[in-house]
């Protein structure tokens, strides 16, 4: 419970009183918000349910206020990033090809505010997306749960 309360408390009241104050003041302006690859990228993130979960919920106010709030010159935006290597994803098996930086992430997340409403702005990520859209939902399923159970030996 402290996960869903520390994830979506802060991003709902910060979210709020953006809207709420001085939409008159600017005619346009842009907000992001940071979701995940496990809530919109893969079709399930075993072990980690409560995580992506949250990331849904990210993706889903994004996606409805940016609908409320577009005609009003506001452009919310969900972006979904797979692993970027961070302490968090440090673990994480992968080539830096599919894991950049948080500069090299942020450069691309920059490029890409103002389109989608949701987007997988890192390219590598995106070709990621492509690839397990190809494969059937257990063969994913398998594929994540394997590696996040392998995930969790290595910080225990």
């Known amino acids: 419970m402290e996960m869903v309360k520390r994830e979506l408390e802060a991003l709902t ?3 709020r009183v953006y809207f709420e104050k001085g939409l008159d003041e600017r005619k346009r302006r842009a907000g992001m918000n ?3 690859g496990s809530s919109v990228v ?3 993130f075993p072990l980690f349910s409560v995580y992506a979960g949250t990331k849904a919920y990210v993706q889903q106010l994004s996606k409805s206020m940016h609908i ?3 005609s009003e010159g506001v452009h919310l935006q969900c972006q979904a990033p797979l692993y970027v290597h961070t302490r968090m994803a440090a673990r994480a098996k992968g080539y830096y090809f599919f894991k950049p930086s948080p500069e090299s992430y942020a450069k691309a997340a920059v490029h890409w505010i103002g389109y989608d409403s ?4 890192y390219f590598p990520h995106f070709l990621q997306w492509c690839l397990v859209n190809m494969l059937p939902d257990f063969i994913n399923d398998y594929m994540c749960l394997t ?6 030996k290595k910080s225990t």
């Open 147 to 152: 590696t996040n159970m392998g995930f969790l």
């Open 13 to 15: 009241r910060v979210t």
């Open 68 to 70: 409320e709030y577009k």
């Open 34 to 36: 940071i979701g995940s």
């Open 118 to 121: 949701v987007c997988v702005p």
């Open 42 to 44: 893969v079709p399930s």
